[in-house]
């Protein structure tokens, strides 16, 4: 019998390499078919692509079920398993454990970057025969090979390991990856956002690769980066939910050096996503467009670096990482090809227009990628700067809080301010006379808002100038809406425009919940008995009753504590058994203006009824999740056609609508 188990166990290794040794053999096999076919001219290479592209998809789903069926049957003969296994880990958690740690990961954004490649297989099947398409799939493939590398060498999953030693291992995720049902969507989410730019990345370097740089690239690939954008987005703000929820400090970002690494992609990515639009309609920005795609896809693999390579310390990060010089050595290589790409291609990157005026349409995203590109540099050299002096000096610095919230709050405030204009601005060039008839009530509605703070008390002149041009933003959009709305209806509110402007208002949302919630959070801690009653932020809170309860992964305290003679809270300390450490649960009372967020701390005394908590009155924070739905729902809206416009005359499929970008009123 212990025979049968022993080779039940191997063969959880065996499949799982095999997997991962026929997926990295069709990648490979799958670019040199491409790409032999594609110089050669011989059509029966190109009929094996196919082929080649679902074995890559197989090879990953069976290598993420095999490793899933082990860590569900705690399979002890793989090291991943008595890495993040355990016989008292719910269901639930022994599920994400895939994820949890760095071999696991690297499966998950593997069986992603699969599924993307045949997904775009399948949807150009019948053009593989165009050398665009063609060299955008040999880019997919080399990716994907070099994500198979990792999974079969410095980051083995199903790597053999000898008896467990239960006193060392077999103890489970890290605590606080088990203990909220987040981790079920938040890494997955985030991971499709990083991922899914691989697309617009591989058809910008098949555009630089054939010569074809003009705007047939970019049809191909809008919804692609927007979609990818839309993910990334929403996995950005389940993380911030999961920080809240979780770990027990009363935020939703602390400038975490791992936070940085997700928000850096998306900035260049927002950038892109603005810019692209006047390349479509003018021909113009062709090398930032280029360059905003290659810093975007860079930037999700330097994320991977700091993430997996074990140079950061982070709740979020995996510190044991042997994968740091690979993608390190990625990292490079895609900025030294994309960069010697755009060189050899300089001459026809050049635009056939310019812009006519600072303020148009034009002139305003230019300088929102100017902004979005500065805002990025400023995270990038807070995040790396520590480790390139311990790295030149041999001494560790810490760049905290409040160099990034020194250096990103003038930049929040002028992208507010740019949200609050462009919309309003005409192709080409504006008059003084049209800017003040379309800014008349957006300047209004910014007016209005910051008396409506003042008199709720608000001060300070930071937080007072966001809530006014936040105001003013959110007039300029909703002015769009409306004009849209007026003419089409409910249809008005489609299109990368229109959809944009719901995205706008989602991240107006963000901005003011973030400005409320950094600049009026008040906090206190108290001590106290069961029965006694303190005061706090106009509210009182009571200590109903403390208790200890014990789990199959660990023990605690609870306590019930009533907010102002209602509704008890529970909030909570445990102790995970397996590896001594403490995590907090807190207990929250959600409002429209603010949350009442309630923390036990170490030294309860549940024996003398005696407790110590916190108290965080957190304001505005529920308007950051709604911002956050806001956000997605306007990008599934700008996904789809509003009105149509020709399409570009270089582009590589058939005829594809494209909606036009003017106001609805110009």
Wanted: glycine residues 10%; contains cysteine; proline residues 5%.
């Amino acid at each position: 019998m212990l025979g049968g188990v022993v080779l039940a166990e191997g063969t959880n290794g065996f499949l799982g390499h095999t997997a991962l040794i026929v997926g990295f053999a069709a990648c490979l096999f799958g670019a040199f078919a491409l790409v032999s076919a594609t110089v050669l001219h011989n059509p029966r290479l190109l009929r094996t692509v196919q082929t080649y592209g679902w074995i890559v998809l197989g090879g990953a789903v069976l290598a993420v079920v095999v490793m899933e069926k082990a860590l569900i049957t705690r399979d002890w003969s793989l090291a991943y398993v008595q890495k993040v296994g355990s016989y008292d880990t719910p269901a639930l958690f022994n599920f994400t454990a895939l994820w949890s740690a760095l071999e696991g990961s690297i499966l998950l954004w593997l069986l992603l970057l699969a599924v993307y490649t045949a997904i775009i297989l399948r949807r150009y099947r019948h053009r593989l025969h165009d050398p665009m398409v063609a060299w955008a799939l040999v880019t997919m493939f080399v990716v994907t090979a070099f994500f198979f590398f990792l999974a079969l060498g410095p980051t083995d999953a199903f790597r053999a390991a000898g008896a467990p030693d239960f006193n060392r291992c077999c103890k489970g995720p890290n605590p606080l990856l088990q203990n909220h049902v987040l981790v079920l969507f938040h890494p997955p989410i985030l991971y499709l956002g990083y991922v899914g730019f691989t697309v617009p990345f591989a058809f910008a370097i098949a555009a630089l690769v054939t010569g074809r740089v003009g705007e047939g690239w970019l049809v191909e690939t809008r919804r692609w980066a927007l979609f990818a954008w839309g993910f990334l987005t929403l996995g950005i703000i389940l993380g911030g939910w999961w920080s809240y929820e979780v770990l027990g400090w009363g935020g939703v970002w602390g400038w975490d050096p791992v936070e940085n690494a997700s928000l850096l992609p998306w900035l260049t990515g927002t950038a892109y996503i603005h810019s692209v639009m006047v390349q479509e309609r003018r021909g113009m920005l062709r090398v930032w467009n280029l360059s905003l795609l290659v810093a975007t896809f860079s930037l999700t693999i330097l994320g991977t670096f700091l993430t997996r390579s074990g140079v950061i310390n982070s709740v979020h990060a995996f510190s044991d990482g042997t994968v740091g010089p690979y993608l390190l050595g990625a990292f490079g290589v895609v900025v030294a090809v994309s960069l010697g790409l755009i060189a050899w291609r300089g001459d026809r990157l050049r635009s056939p227009g310019a812009i006519d005026s600072p303020l148009s349409r034009e002139g305003a995203f230019l300088a929102n990628n100017v902004i979005f590109t500065l805002f990025a540099f400023v995270i990038l050299l807070g995040t790396v700067f520590p480790l390139i002096v311990e790295a030149k000096d041999d001494r560790r610095i810490a760049v905290g809080s409040p160099f990034f919230d020194t250096m990103s709050r003038p930049i929040g405030l002028v992208l507010l301010f740019l949200m609050a204009v462009a919309p309003a601005l005409p192709r080409r060039k504006a008059s003084g006379e049209l800017l003040r008839e379309r800014l008349f009530w957006p300047s209004w509605c910014g007016a209005g808002t910051l008396v409506v703070a003042v008199l709720l008390g608000a001060t300070g002149f930071s937080p007072l100038l966001a809530f006014g041009l936040a105001g003013f933003a959110a007039g300029s959009a909703l002015r769009q809406l409306v004009l849209a709305t007026r003419r089409q209806g409910y249809r008005g509110l489609l299109g990368r425009t229109n959809g944009g402007m719901i995205v706008h208002l989602g991240i107006i949302l963000i901005a003011v919940a973030l400005a409320a919630s950094n600049s009026y959070s008040r906090a206190g801690e108290f001590t106290v008995t069961k029965g006694e009653t303190v005061e706090f932020g106009g509210h009182t809170f009571t200590l109903v009753d403390l208790t200890e309860f014990e789990s199959a992964t660990s023990i605690g305290v609870k306590a019930l504590i009533s907010i102002d003679g209602g509704q008890a809270y529970a909030p909570a300390i445990s102790k995970f058994t397996a590896t001594g450490q403490d995590v907090a649960t807190p207990s929250v009372r959600t409002g429209l203006r603010y949350d009442i967020y309630l923390t036990l701390e170490n030294g309860s005394k549940p024996s003398t009824g005696e407790a110590k908590f916190k108290v965080f009155i957190k304001p505005m924070i529920v308007w950051l999740w709604v911002g956050g739905m806001l956000c997605g729902v306007g990008t599934v809206l700008a996904a789809f056609p509003g009105r149509h416009r020709r399409r570009p005359t270089d582009a590589v499929s058939a005829p594809i609508e494209l909606e036009t970008e003017e106001p609805v009123d110009a």
